[in-house]
């Protein structure tokens, strides 16, 4: 028998909180709409701390806004997205275009709040912005709420039993985002926090391969978690 919708969601909030204790405070993306598409950009293919080292140094110069990185000298600006690790001209690239984006469209943070349709188109025109990065935009920029689902996203969904496993990746990432839209608080403080820590969680621990589902503070309750602990109940 399936449980209420209710006790669903509070499992899910001691989830969160389990995460929480876990890792601790996380730093959060900013809140501005280029904020969180430097954090994007930079974050991309690297570690947390990668993305948080370039972002202090653009911090110090200070070079946070598209006004104030448009006029960064190219070889600095590429000094520090080095700092990230690999694909560093992809970074540049992105970032350089999406200055210009911002640049000219100086209503973008508006067009954002607006309707979700145009949200959405709004943040598709940002280069190097996937589904699943865009919609983080939404949802830290933005007053949409929206659950971004991307693939360790969904592979947590799936090992943790609340999808079933199925060969089309976009059916199966539609599936976890109206499921974990279901589970997770509705209120857009509640929904970003909790992103943010399934999110580092996939990064972290429920890794593509080999999970540390020995460490993991989600196992006892977790499908593959408990198949990987045999000493467990």
Request: aromatic share 6%; net charge positive; proline share 7%.
């Amino acid at each position: 028998m399936r449980r209420s919708e209710s006790s669903d969601s509070h499992a899910a909030a001691g989830m969160i909180e389990r995460l929480a204790v876990f890792y601790g405070p996380l730093p959060h993306p900013p809140a501005d709409p280029f904020g969180v598409y430097l954090w994007e950009v930079l974050g991309m293919r690297t570690t947390a701390g990668r993305r948080d080292a370039a972002l202090q140094a653009l911090r110090r110069i200070p070079a946070l806004t598209p006004d104030s990185v448009r006029k960064v000298a190219r070889g600095r600006l590429e000094a520090i997205v080095r700092l990230c690790g690999p694909f560093a001209d992809e970074r540049v690239s992105a970032l350089e275009t999406g200055v210009d984006v911002f640049r000219r469209r100086r209503a973008f943070a508006e067009e954002l709040s607006g309707p979700l349709r145009r949200a959405w188109l709004a943040a598709g025109d940002l280069p190097r912005l996937g589904e699943a990065a865009a919609a983080r935009l939404l949802l830290f920029a933005s007053p949409h709420a929206i659950v971004p689902v991307d693939q360790g996203i969904t592979r947590f969904a799936v090992r943790f039993g609340l999808v079933a496993d199925i060969d089309n990746l976009r059916r199966l990432a539609r599936e976890a985002r109206r499921t974990l839209s279901a589970l997770l608080p509705g209120d857009i403080d509640g929904r970003r926090r909790a992103v943010l820590y399934l999110g580092h969680h996939v990064q972290a621990t429920c890794v593509e391969s080999q999970p540390h589902c020995g460490i993991c503070p989600l196992a006892e309750d977790c499908k593959e978690g408990r198949a990987t602990r045999p000493d467990r109940p």
